[in-house]
Nanobody
Framework: QVQVEESGGGLVQPGGSLRLSCAASGRGFSVYSGGWFRQVPGKEREFLAYKSYRDGRALYADSVRGRFTISRDGDKKTVYLEMNSLKPEDTGVYYC????????????????WGQGTQVTVSS
């Protein structure tokens, strides 16, 4: 069983930066890929990025590529999402998730989810 918990959300001005953290606990997280999703009211949860447990490869959604960076610390227990050049349309609840797949680009590929952290981009 794996548990994940997000932190680091908040209010930021357009063009600003935030770093989200996803702390994992439980056995076996090192063999799970870590991913980030975003959800706004009335819309499906949107894939943003994952980092594969198998080879460390990262994949980004078109909407965040070049602005967001996903990383994982050396002991593989924390996954980060560095967000730069934030836009108002980046506002939403951000979720961290863990997947046993090596290339998990869909929400259906993830077994464990955090509770989410709110990110608001506004002046």
């Amino acid at each position: 069983q794996v548990q994940v918990e997000e932190s680091g959300g908040g209010l930021v001005q357009p063009g600003g930066s935030l770093r989200l953290s996803c702390a994992a606990s439980g056995r076996g997280f090192s063999v799970y890929s870590g991913g980030w999703f975003r959800q706004v009211p009335g819309k499906e949860r949107e894939f943003l990025a994952y980092k594969s447990y198998r080879d460390g490869r990262a994949l980004y959604a078109d909407s965040v590529r070049g602005r967001f960076t996903i990383s994982r610390d050396g002991d593989k227990k924390t996954v980060y999402l560095e967000m730069n050049s934030l836009k108002p349309e980046d506002t939403g609840v951000y979720y961290c998730a863990a997947s046993g797949h090596s290339r998990p680009s869909s929400a259906y590929d993830y077994e464990y989810w955090g509770q989410g952290t709110q990110v608001t981009v506004s002046s």
